[in-house]
Structures are given as structure tokens and as C-alpha cells.
């Protein structure tokens, strides 16, 4: 019997998710069929016992119910609790399993895709939200020389670096005028390219080399990535974080691992 997956947000129409697992699936001769699910705002809970009731055997979450899906799985994996947000869920053995392969994604963008290795860097993180929240741990296991948070809202930066203290690394909190660059690697995690606008993040923190990357993804290139280029760094969207995101999800429920570079070339070509 085909296995059935989905992936639950609002909106939901935009998500290119099943594109993504379908082509997964036909790489690696998977019986599986991924749909989209739109679950009404108030009504994520209902959404999510349906899908367990109906046999469904997980679901990936987007916004605006990742930390509601935190609260509803009855275990967490370590990604998932150190994000606060779980944007996998696995059904199994009347368990509901939550993760988060959004920051394993974007490293793995990174350092595969990109060929960019992240130990020993000088990282400048911008934004302390969700999708922050869930790469701090990512990057932390990568053995980065440093990680300086940089936030709109300067105490949400000091409770996101307080939260991942100890680990080995360098870390920092800062509002975007105390940055002092230039850094190897400038992540833009702030939800400001989604009305077309970019933090105000000094040209300073970037140098010939670095690597800046925005993790929304568009048509175009963002103004974070415009404003990085001219001075001279090498630029990135997010659409190898969604690819990447999407393969650790479905090697979790498939236990196979599937190829995304022709995938990924293939989705660039359609943009
Ligand atoms: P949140 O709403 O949790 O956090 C938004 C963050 O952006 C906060 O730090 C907020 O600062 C900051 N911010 C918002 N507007 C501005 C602005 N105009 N100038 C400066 N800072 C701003 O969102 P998420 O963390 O969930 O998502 C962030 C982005 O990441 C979205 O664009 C989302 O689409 C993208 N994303 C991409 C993924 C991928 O696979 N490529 C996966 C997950 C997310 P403050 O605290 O001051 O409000």
C-alpha cells in the first residue's frame, strides 16, 4: 500500500514540498504519495489527528504551525528541542516524532553544495526567530570559530545566544549597528526579504570571499543578496536549504538517502 505524507501550513498553494518528494521518490523507488495540506489557523490539532487517523506515516510543518507541532509531538528529537520548532513529524508505533531538518538543511547546503566548510569561521547570523533558532545547533556542530547573533530586537538575540552557551563556540549577541566585520559567512535568517527590504547590516561586515546567503528563496535575487555582491562577496538564496531540508525529512521516514543536485539544477532552471 502506497505510504502517504503531506505537508500542512497556511498558506500552503506556494509550497513546491511534493514537486520535491515526488521527485525523491521516483529517484529512489519509493511507494509514497506527498500532498499539500491546508489546516484553517485555528485548527493545526485537528489537521494532525486526522492525518494519524487516516494512516498517514508523517508530515512536514511550515509556518505558521512549527511551534505549535512542538508542542503537540509526544517526543522530540535534541534539533527539534534546541530549535523550539519542529517542522517534521514522523507517525510511528502511536508516537508522533518531531523534528527539524531546516538547519542540518542549510549545512548541508552549505558544505555540500556550496563547498564551503564552516569550521573555524567567523559566522554572522542575522535574525534570532524561528528559522535562527533552528540553525544555531547545526552550525554549532560544525565547529565554527565564532557565531555572532544579530537582531531588530536586541534581547531576543541575548536569549537566543544565552540558550546555546557552553557549547564550545564563541558566541555573541549584537544590534545590527554593533556588527563589526568582516565575517566568512553572513546568513540573512530575518523574514525582511519577504517584503522585499533587507536589515540594516553595515557593508563592512563583508570582504572579498564571503560568503553571504539569504535563506528565502525568490524569483529574483534579494536586496540582502544585491547589497553583498556589490561588495564583493559571493551570494546564495535559500532554495538548497529547502531541497536539503526536504532530503534529511525523507531519509528519516524512508531510511534512503536521495540525490539533490539534479533536482536542485532542475528547480533553478524553473524559477
Ligand atoms: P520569524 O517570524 O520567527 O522571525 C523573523 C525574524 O526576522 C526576527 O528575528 C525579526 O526580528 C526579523 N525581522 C523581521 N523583519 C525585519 C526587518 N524588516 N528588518 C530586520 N529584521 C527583521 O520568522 P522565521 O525565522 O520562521 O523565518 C525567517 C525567514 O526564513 C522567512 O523569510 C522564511 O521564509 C525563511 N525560511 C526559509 C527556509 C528554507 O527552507 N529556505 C526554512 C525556514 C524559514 P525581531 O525579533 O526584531 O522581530
Known sequence: MTDRYCVIGNPIAHSKSPQIHAAFAAETGQDIHYERCLAPLDGFADVLRTLVQQGYKGANVTV????????????????????????????????????????????????????????????????????????MLPFIDEHPQSILVANRTRATADSLVA???????????????????PFDIVVNATSASLADTMPPVPASAFAKGTLALDIMYGSAPSAFMNFAAGQGADTRDGLGMLVEQAAEAFTLWRGVRPGTDELLSNLRKQK
Open 64 to 135: 505558521p504551525f512549527k511551534l505549535e507541532a512542538a508542542t503537540l509531538a509526544t517526543r522530540l528529537t535534541e534539533r527539534a528541542r534546541a530549535a523550539g520548532a519542529v517542522n517534521t513529524l514522523s507517525f510511528k508505533d502511536g508516537e508522533i516524532v518531531g523534528d527539524n531538518t531546516d538547519g542540518p538543511g542549510l549545512v548541508a547546503d552549505i558544505v555540500r553544495n556550496a563547498g564551503f566548510a564552516l569550521a573555524n569561521k567567523r559566522i554572522l547570523l542575522l535574525g534570532a526567530g524561528g528559522a535562527a533558532r533552528g540553525i
Open 163 to 181: 540558550g546555546f552557551a557552553g557549547n564550545g563556540v564563541q558566541l555573541a549577541a549584537c544590534g545590527f549597528d554593533e556588527i563589526e566585520g
